[in-house]
């Protein structure tokens, strides 16, 4: 692996149905984010984590969850999906908090909630 | 609130120049970045300005005021490939990147 990488690369799913983004980089970030990113606004953040164990809320982080048991891995869950949550959802990194902290991005998974 | 301002779309001859204009309002403020995101791609930095001035890297440069909350993209010698969306965003006081929606540029020949 090289970078991050995401799976699945889309999926339809139906409403109501508990779903797991998973996201995987091999960079040793300490920083790992969930954004999605919806046709005329901008990426917004769902959740984050500074470093292996901790996790922090975003701008938009109701009716998701997140964990970080290892520096790796951040999978993102749904538990129970809307509609409203059909998007593109892009994972990213970065080594750290910190000014010029440029964030790497993942190809992101193509959501849709039916 | 925190605000990123940014043209929906701009249309560019190939092998002009192109300026792409940014208004930030962020809770603090730790830097300016610049993303290019090619459709269906995943975004990728471009550049970052936290003091005043211009950064030139090859065809592209980025310009921040931070007495006017501005900065600008300038894209020169354009060519095909430039055609994305390029995405501003604010870094902020708690070191959280807000976005703008990203301003579509199109390349025409």
């Known amino acids: 692996i090289a970078g991050i990488t995401q799976a699945p690369t889309s999926q339809i799913l139906a409403a109501g149905r508990r779903m797991t983004l998973r996201c995987t980089q091999d960079m040793r970030h300490n920083a790992m984010y969930w954004y999605r990113q919806d046709l005329g606004l901008g990426l917004r953040l769902i959740h984050y984590s500074n470093t292996a164990g901790t996790t922090g809320k975003g701008e938009v982080p109701d009716g998701y969850s997140v964990s970080r048991a290892n520096t790796d891995d951040f999978p993102l869950t749904l538990a129970s999906a809307v509609p409203s949550q059909t998007s593109v959802y892009f994972c990213?990194?970065?080594?750290?908090?910190?000014?010029?902290?440029?964030?790497?991005f993942g190809p992101g998974t193509r959501l849709t909630v039916l | 609130g925190q605000n990123i301002d940014q043209p929906t779309e701009m249309t560019a001859t190939e092998g002009a120049i192109v300026q792409i204009n940014c208004t930030y309002q962020t809770s603090g403020f730790n830097g300016l970045f610049w993303y290019q995101q090619h459709a269906g791609e995943a975004p990728t930095f471009l550049s970052y300005n936290v003091l005043d001035g211009l950064e030139e890297k090859g065809r592209f440069s980025s310009f921040l005021s931070r007495s006017k909350g501005y900065s600008y993209l300038l894209l020169k010698e354009l060519q095909m490939k430039d055609s994305a969306s390029y995405l501003c965003a604010g870094l902020d006081s708690n070191y959280q990147l807000i976005w703008g929606a990203g301003t579509k540029l199109i390349i025409k020949p």
């Open positions: 990213a990194s970065s080594s750290g908090q910190g000014p010029y902290n440029e964030q790497f």
